[in-house]
């Protein structure tokens, strides 16, 4: 059991500073004392999953400057590129910070960056690069980020289905720039697509249960 000087107090646990004053505990019996708090095991690890996201971050740079070195000699991709991992590394904090709601969070910031640079955009006088490049690669980046955190973080399959869905068809609305021509470059929107539609798939196959009985239960309320 320690002491507090400062409040008077007697602090059960293994606390080293006062948890009220955070000032030095002082001992008063070496007989151990349990804590008063459960355990709360934190069921992810942080270094694995920034070490994940780092990784990624740089394997998807390298490959951009190889492909821009070789194919097109300049430096315009890295730019976009720099948006999607932008987009992969604030998704992953939302989720790491935010345990509650965070696939809501989630679906919420896709849809705001992604007006948000075609607000961007419209004010520069409409290139089209939004619609060409950033909406699609915030969509396979926030995809990717949303995958890799639900396996790391392991967030009940219930609070996330339905947002990992939401996502996945908001990564299909490039299909609509496509249609109209908005793009100048057709391989990010099909990019977004692709990765979407095997999203879907992958979530019909392997969690139809959990999609039918949490649309069941948001149905009932
Ligand atoms: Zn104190």
Request: net charge positive; proline share 5%.
């Amino acid at each position: 059991m320690n002491y507090c000087q400062e409040c008077q107090v007697s602090v059960n646990g293994e606390w080293l500073s006062c948890p009220l004053c955070h000032q030095p505990l002082e001992k008063v019996s070496d007989m151990p004392t349990p804590n008063p708090y459960p355990d709360i095991p934190l069921r992810f690890n942080k270094q694995q999953v920034l070490r994940i996201l780092t990784s990624i971050s740089i394997a998807t740079i390298s490959i951009a400057l190889i492909i821009e070195l070789l194919f097109l000699r300049s430096p315009r991709g890295l730019n976009i590129i720099s948006f999607g991992i932008v987009s992969m590394w604030l998704v992953v904090l939302i989720i790491i910070r935010k345990r509650r709601n965070i696939a809501k969070s989630i679906v919420y910031l896709i849809i705001s960056l992604s007006l948000l640079s075609i607000y961007w955009d419209y004010v520069e006088g409409w290139s089209a690069w939004s619609t060409t490049h950033a909406v699609p690669m915030i969509c396979i980046f926030a995809l990717i980020a949303m995958y890799i955190a639900v396996r790391l973080v392991k967030i009940e399959v219930g609070d996330y289905i339905l947002y990992l869905l939401c996502a996945a068809l908001i990564g299909l609305i490039p299909a609509i720039f496509l249609f109209f021509n908005w793009v100048t470059d057709p391989v990010p929107a099909w990019l977004s697509i692709g990765l979407s539609t095997i999203m879907l798939i992958v979530t019909f196959i392997f969690y139809r249960g959990e999609v039918l009985r949490e649309l069941k239960k948001r149905m009932m309320v």
